[in-house]
Structure formats: structure tokens, C-alpha cells
């Protein structure tokens, strides 16, 4: 149970930051009052008619809704009605509402999503239509459409996110690494332009206690910030498992020119808990011990992981239909700490274990460029864009391990467990470098193809390199895919709450790490067809 206490010294949710592209209906009006002033009757003869270009007014929003109209992940304008693809968004009102502060608590909210194995609480893993993520480091995905997952993160918190966009199915053709299942994308909270202020507690089961504050407003004509930060400490249903964490999510909004804007978006997050590997199954049988029940070591502390995210994006609009996107991503990451995990079960209750250090960290920046825009060719209007990405990893990983011995079995008996005994010491086991580069060029059209028929269709393709140095024999392995993703879906719109879609395309997603000769794992690719639909309520 999960109680919240919301403190607000400001309306919490005013509304969404004004846009600072160029306003289509604004020029209209302002042309308008420049041609309202007094003029003289003039004979019907010499009276002229001037054709004004069509203004297409659109206001949405989402603040105290469940609903969304597009998700800022599929890269293009469409409404997510009308696009040829099956997209889940969970609002921040609904995580509000939730009472939700990590990802995994709103997983059970949407269909076709599940949690994985977490690595004993220290990442988010996540399977949508049934087909997981990676083991080792979790399930790929999306921090403002920059890749968020490569190296070590800890489970993702939700003070600073605006909303968690679904994205089932492939979409190698946007985003290169991704699932066969779908693609998961986190939308940050940006700056608004009016101060709002707010202070909340959490109280809850299993030691939960939580604060977050949440700060916004205007620096100025042109500069606007955000802060988000928050402090936890909760238990949990297992003995000798608590978990700490501190995050600072700061934002902050720059309008260089009326049609120029710089946006910065960081994260800083700290999460520390014990590695918890759950309970062995005694027989083949669960349930023989209970759920409590700690088969780790207490001495061994915590598992820290440490992440660090800042995002660049300049944005410009050359017009009313084309814009361009430039974005620079750096994130670090770090896992430390020692833990003590089931080797053996014995049939008298006694359970061997190994002893592990590991120190992990990896280094990733990304960039990208993107140009967007639209382009009507008779009826027909396609929104082209138009993208190239390169991005470089580095990741240094440490282990240190001591395997259980009939001399020194290092055991616990898993029905009457004693701690507190001799720890042995760990030794070198893994010592490796890896490096990752990739360069890939994207293209995507979304077609008016008629009022009722939507097309997309899109293509990327990754230039990719990998190699893993072996410190330990000084051996390096390398290797150096490609890979062409397509994709193609169309939308049929039977009527305005009703769609019917079909979709294809191929994913496509690098490993790290190696296998027990020291060569790296080659990418995972799959291929997905779907036919489905939809329906949206009017309400």
C-alpha cells in the first residue's frame, strides 16, 4: 500500500510550455489587423478577392488525461489513430494517479508488456508480446529517442518523465538497436513558461518512504528551467534487502530566435541494494522456502549503481513545413560491489556459494541529425524525414570470483540460514574492453494517401563495429555487420474512432560481451508481420 501526500505551493500542471515554432494562425491574425483599418467602398467591379493560405489550427494536451494524441517516438506527425502501428502511452497523470515512481510499476498496466528478470533489482528488464530484452544488461530502450540502455543502468525512475511511450513491434527503422517485441521510449519533463512549484511524500508497505519536488518556470523572456529530484529508501519482501536512491533531473529551455530553440535535459541517478538472486527451488519444487528468505551475505553491502545522462537537442524551423533537429546524448554508467550467489544445493539443506566483485562502466555519445518536412504532390502529402545517427560505446568490466570448494563450500543451510562466516576472497575471473561505433542513415515517408489510407514506410541503415580486448591474455576479437532495416505499414480509417492496420519490418540489435573462447556475439535480428486494429473512444 502505497499512500501519497501531495504538497503543491503552485498549480502543479498549468499546462504544457507554449511552442516556439512559428505560428501559422498568429501570422494570419497579425495579417488580419494590419488589413482591419478603415478603407473607402470601392465600385463591386474593381473589388479583387485575395486567396489566403489555408491555416490548420491544432491544440492538444495532455496534462490530467489518460490520453495522448501522438507519441513523439514514431518520429512523425501522425495521430496515433491513424498510425499503422500499435502504440501504448502512459501519461503522467496516469503515473500520478498509479502512485508510480519506477518503470516496473506501471508494466502491469499495459497489454502485452511484462517484467523480466532484474538482475536482482538493479536494471529494468521488460518483454513486450512475449519476447524479452537482453539478460546482461536488459531490454533497449529510449530516453528522448536517444538510446538509453547500452551499459549498466539502474531501474528507471519516474520524477522527471513525462510520460512512457510503447512502441510494439520492430523499429530498427528509426532507431537501429531495438526489440523484435517493440521499443520502449521515455519522455522527459520539459520547462514551462509559468512558475508552478510542487512538494509530495510518499509513504508505504515494506518501509517505503519517498520525497520529490518538482520546480519550473521562466528565468527570463528566452529561459526557462525545470528540476526534478528525489530521495527513497524502501525494504522489500526479502530479509536484509533494502534499496536507496537519489535522483536530480534538471532541464532547462533557451529560445536563441523566434524560430530557434536550444533544449538541455539531464539525469542524475544513484541506486544502492544488496544483489538479491531470490530463492533456490528445493526438488525442482517453488515454494519450499519462503519468500523472505535471503540466501546472499549481509557483510557483502550494496551493489551501487551510478548513472549520468545529458541530452543537447538544437531545433529550427526553416518554415512553416520543414524543421531540422540536431541532438547530442553522453551518458556514464557504473555497477560496483561485491555479492555472494547460489552455486550448488545440496540435499540436506546446504547451499554452496560463489563470491563475486565486480566493477563495470561504460561511456556512450551519441549524435544525431534529423530534417523534416512535408512535401504535396497533387492529393497526396508525404511528411518526409530524413536522419543520420552515429554513435561510440566503451565499456571496462571488471570481475572477481571465488568458486565454493568441498574444502571451502562457503554454504548456508537454506532452511536455517547463519551468516556472518569467513568470506573467501575473490580472484581475477573477467577483465575486459569493449568498444562499440555505428553509423547509420534512416529515411521514413508518412503518406495522406486518401482522406481514409495512411502509409509509412522507412528504411535504416547500420553501419556497425565491435571489438572486445581480452586483458587477461591480451587476445582481441572483432567484428564489423551491417545491416538494412525496412519497414512498411498502412492504415485504413473506417470511421473516425475505428482503424485497421497491417505493418512489416525487420529489428535489429548489437550484444556486448563474449562467449567463453572471447569472441563477441553477433546482432540479433528478427523479422515481424502484423495485422491488427484499433478503436478510440471519443471521450
Avoid at 184 to 207: I, T
Amino acid at each position: 500500500m502505497i499512500t501519497r501526500l501531495p504538497f503543491s505551493l503552485a498549480p502543479h500542471q498549468p499546462g504544457r510550455a507554449p511552442a516556439h515554432r512559428r505560428r501559422p494562425f498568429a501570422q494570419a491574425l497579425a495579417l488580419l489587423a494590419a488589413c482591419a483599418g478603415p478603407a473607402d467602398a470601392q465600385p463591386a467591379a474593381a473589388e479583387t478577392e485575395a486567396e489566403l493560405p489555408t491555416v490548420e489550427i491544432v491544440g492538444r494536451t495532455e496534462s490530467g488525461t489518460y490520453q495522448a494524441g501522438d507519441a513523439t517516438g514514431a518520429k512523425t506527425e501522425l495521430p496515433l489513430r491513424e498510425l499503422p502501428q500499435s502504440v501504448r502511452v502512459v501519461t503522467r497523470q496516469a503515473i500520478d494517479d498509479l502512485g508510480a515512481t519506477r518503470l516496473d510499476d506501471v508494466l502491469d498496466y499495459v497489454g502485452g508488456v511484462s517484467r523480466q528478470h532484474s538482475f536482482g533489482g538493479l536494471w529494468d528488464n521488460v518483454a513486450i508480446r512475449g519476447l524479452p530484452g537482453n539478460e546482461n544488461t536488459g531490454m533497449a530502450t529510449l530516453l528522448n529517442g536517444f538510446s538509453s540502455n547500452r551499459g549498466f543502468n539502474a531501474p528507471r525512475d519516474l520524477a522527471g518523465v513525462e510520460r512512457i511511450e510503447f512502441l510494439k513491434g520492430t523499429a530498427a527503422a528509426l532507431y537501429g538497436s531495438s526489440e523484435p517485441g517493440g521499443t520502449l521510449n521515455v519522455v522527459s519533463k520539459r520547462p514551462l513558461w509559468k512558475a508552478a512549484h510542487s512538494v509530495e511524500g510518499y509513504a508505504g508497505s515494506q518501509g517505503l518512504k519517498r520525497g520529490a519536488v518538482d520546480s519550473t518556470g521562466p528565468l527570463g523572456e528566452n529561459l526557462a528551467y525545470r528540476l526534478n529530484a528525489a530521495v527513497e529508501n524502501r525494504g522489500s519482501l526479502r530479509d536484509h534487502v533494502d534499496s536507496h536512491r537519489q535522483v536530480l533531473a534538471p532541464a532547462v529551455t533557451w529560445k536563441l530566435g523566434r524560430d530557434t530553440v536550444l533544449e538541455y535535459v539531464g539525469e542524475f541517478l544513484r541506486h544502492r541494494t544488496p544483489l538479491d538472486r531470490g530463492v533456490v527451488a528445493v526438488d525442482n519444487q517453488l515454494g519450499a522456502l519462503p519468500r523472505s528468505r535471503f540466501l546472499g551475505e549481509p557483510a557483502d553491502g550494496d551493489m551501487t549503481v551510478q548513472n549520468q545522462t545529458h541530452q543537447f537537442v538544437l531545433s529550427h524551423d526553416w518554415s512553416a513545413d520543414w524543421r531540422s533537429r540536431v541532438g547530442l546524448s553522453y551518458r556514464e554508467t557504473s555497477l560496483k560491489g561485491y555479492s555472494t550467489e547460489a552455486s550448488r544445493l545440496l540435499a540436506n539443506g546446504d547451499l554452496w556459494r560463489q563470491r563475486r566483485w565486480r566493477d563495470f562502466e561504460s561511456h556512450d555519445i551519441a549524435l544525431q541529425a534529423e530534417l523534416q518536412g512535408k512535401v504535396r504532390n497533387g492529393a497526396l502529402e508525404h511528411e518526409l524525414l530524413l536522419g543520420t545517427e552515429y554513435f561510440r560505446f566503451r565499456m571496462d568490466s571488471v570481475m572477481l570470483r571465488a568458486n565454493p570448494t568441498a574444502a571451502n563450500p562457503y554454504a548456508i543451510n537454506v532452511y536455517n540460514p547463519v551468516y556472518g562466516q569467513a568470506q573467501p576472497t575473490p580472484t581475477a575471473n573477467t577483465d575486459t574492453l569493449e568498444r562499440q561505433t555505428n553509423t547509420a542513415l534512416y529515411v521514413q515517408d508518412a503518406i495522406h494517401l486518401a482522406p481514409d489510407w495512411r502509409l509509412v514506410a522507412g528504411v535504416r541503415v547500420d553501419n556497425y563495429r565491435q571489438s572486445l580486448l581480452n586483458r587477461r591474455n591480451d587476445s582481441t576479437a572483432s567484428q564489423s555487420p551491417s545491416a538494412t532495416s525496412p519497414r512498411l505499414g498502412l492504415s485504413w480509417l473506417p470511421t473516425p474512432q475505428w482503424t485497421v492496420y497491417a505493418n512489416a519490418g525487420r529489428s535489429f540489435r548489437p550484444n556486448t560481451g563474449s562467449d567463453a573462447a572471447g569472441h563477441g556475439f553477433s546482432p540479433e535480428s528478427g523479422r515481424a508481420l502484423e495485422l491488427g486494429s484499433k478503436w478510440e473512444s471519443r471521450d
